[in-house]
């Protein structure tokens, strides 16, 4: 396999910009006043209201995909820069 500095400049780019957007996604984090409410709502859930209780489903479903998300963006990261270690 060539490496990015002789594979060409488009390639390179290509590279370049999916080890940024990996990083992106593997150190993301839930904003603050995000995490707040997700909180609010999972100390209250069993009184929560209808619309409440279907709030925290809707956070719940997107941070447990967003944490898969995080999962497979460090393990493709950690393969990129195995296999092209000068894009670290």
């Known amino acids: 396999m060539a490496s990015p500095a002789t594979a060409g400049p488009a390639r390179r780019d290509a590279l370049e910009a999916s080890v940024a957007a990996l990083r992106r996604m593997a ?7 995000v995490d707040r409410r997700l909180l609010d ?19 719940v479903a997107f941070t447990q995909q967003r944490s898969l998300d995080k999962l497979q963006a460090e393990t493709a990261l950690r393969r990129l820069l195995a296999a ?3 894009l670290d």
């Open 27 to 33: 150190g993301h984090t839930l904003d603050p006043a």
């Open 41 to 59: 709502l999972g100390e209250r859930k069993e009184f929560l209201t209808a619309a409440e209780h279907e709030e925290l489903m809707a956070w």
């Open 84 to 86: 092209y270690p000068e």
